[in-house]
């Protein structure tokens, strides 16, 4: 696994070994920045159920200038570190090592919001539902955050619209698929002025 483009652009990550963790390939990934390339510029991302923080360093190696990482594994935390590390981007990073809604609860003093909330969380576990319900009441996401679910195909996000949350895209691969969300508007307003309403 590398980082694909940017200031680390083919620096080999380390992965975590085992089957705790489920790295998202080279060629998912880089398919995935080729859509966020032209909003990453200045923009702050979350990387939750990090693993490896591959994720977000790629958004840091393109021009992000803030990630942070939560992960509940310390095997994770330490693999996200080294590669931090060795990326020379672990001065716009933050890991924090706990449950991921533990960790929401501790960016929201003080935080601003994310521009891109990206999670990867283990299949078939609803965690991606959990999630989101706690993120559409916290000052973490705003109107214009891009939340990006990294699921399996037979994953279901009928649920979604009730939550408060529009899809906005649906790229599916092979095995799994990457869901694009963003906040429902009041009734009234557009998305004309989303950087992203045009892509996503």
Not at 52 to 69: M, N, P, Q, T, W
Not at 72 to 87: H, V
Not at 98 to 111: A, H, I, M, P, Y
Request: net charge neutral.
């Amino acid at each position: 696994m590398r980082v694909i483009a940017g200031s680390a652009r083919r620096l080999t990550l380390k992965t975590v070994e085992g089957m705790d963790t489920r790295p998202t390939t080279d060629r998912i990934k880089e398919t995935l920045f080729n859509m966020l390339q032209n909003d990453l510029y200045g923009c702050s991302f979350l990387d939750l159920f990090a693993g490896s923080g591959a994720i977000g360093i790629e958004a840091l190696s393109r021009g992000g200038k803030r990630a942070v990482f939560i992960d509940s594994g310390t095997r994770q935390a330490a693999c996200i570190r080294e590669n931090l590390e060795k990326t020379r981007l672990a001065e716009r990073a933050q890991v924090l090592v706990c449950d991921v809604v533990t960790g929401l609860k501790r960016l929201e003093n003080g935080s601003e919001s994310f521009d891109f909330i990206f999670m990867d969380p283990p299949y078939g576990f609803g965690h991606e539902r959990r999630v989101l319900e706690y993120l559409s009441g916290s000052p973490l996401a705003g109107e214009d955050t891009v939340f990006i679910v990294e699921a399996s195909l037979e994953t279901d996000f009928s649920w979604a619209e009730a939550l408060g949350y529009g899809i906005t895209k649906e790229k599916r691969y092979k095995t799994n698929q990457h869901v694009f969300l963003k906040r429902k508007r009041d009734k009234g307003e557009t998305d004309e002025n989303s950087n992203l309403s045009g892509q996503l």
